[in-house]
């Protein structure tokens, strides 16, 4: 297992711009070929989702990909097991939700995620006045509570947060749910602003970063991106790992002319 805010760590203080790429677990028979092409492409680290059927977060696209991957028969231990089976050569997050952390057992998910060498795990409808008994089992296993900080959170409970916040702090680019933006708007440059304020932990910008432009843009003030809904929609679209790649590439070129 690779401890992923060690790694970012590194990488940010060698100068470079973070990025990671999301891709919905179970989605094609080559999802996890696709996670090889965009490590290959340059990411820093991979968010790898675990489809849930009633998800609160995600748009349209991340909702599509879900769907597709429960019909085709996905669910938490395969995804667990197809991971635990590849080497990528990068840190892997998990991002679900809390029915299925739940339903598994704390302790029993973060051993499995461990075991498979899973480093981190985003469950972003877990609030912070719930996540004790988690948290406990995810510290004990060496698995990172990644935590999200919003346009609306405020101040005090950012600090809260940040505290928290393992691996990185994802700052939230705008308010609504995931999806590409012509425009994240001006939310963004406030919410690290105020993360930067109280931690020095890596802070990685996601919901609604769409294409490599936008993501250089983020990064002039942030350390990194999580890119989702943009990739996805390739892999539904019939594109498999090349056009992943290619699309990683392209987001890893512009955060490198930066």
């Known amino acids: 297992m690779i401890a992923l805010e060690p790694w970012l760590r590194e990488r940010r203080s060698a100068g470079r711009k973070l990025l990671v790429p999301y891709l919905m677990g179970g989605l094609g028979e080559d999802w996890v070929e696709a996670l090889q092409a965009v490590a290959d492409a340059g990411a820093d680290a991979v968010e790898v989702g675990i489809p849930f059927s009633d998800p609160m977060m995600d748009g349209p696209v991340i909702q599509q990909a879900g769907v597709h991957a429960l019909d085709r028969g996905a669910t938490p231990t395969r995804i667990v097991d197809a991971l635990a089976s590849e080497e990528l050569g990068i840190p892997v997050a998990v991002m679900t939700y809390y029915n299925i952390v739940f339903r598994t057992g704390h302790r029993r998910m973060a051993q499995s995620l461990r075991a498979a060498g899973i480093g981190a795990a985003i469950v972003p409808d877990l609030p912070l006045e719930e996540l004790g008994p988690w948290a406990a089992e995810a510290d004990a296993a060496e698995v ?27 700052a939230v680019a705008r308010m609504g749910v995931t999806g590409e933006r012509e425009s994240l708007g001006n939310e963004t440059t406030d919410v690290v602003r105020r993360i930067r304020e109280v931690t020095d932990a890596p802070v990685c910008v996601g919901v609604g970063v769409s294409t490599p432009a936008q993501a250089r843009a983020v990064c002039e003030v942030a350390d990194g991106v999580v890119v989702g809904s943009a990739l996805v929609r390739r892999l539904l679209e019939g594109g498999g790992p090349d056009a992943a790649g290619e699309f990683v590439g392209q987001l890893r070129a512009a955060l490198d002319a930066g």
Do not use: D, K, M, W
């Open 144 to 170: 990172a509570t990644v935590l999200l900080v919003a346009p609306s959170t405020p101040e005090p409970r950012v600090a809260q947060i940040c505290a928290r916040s393992r691996g990185f702090v994802y």
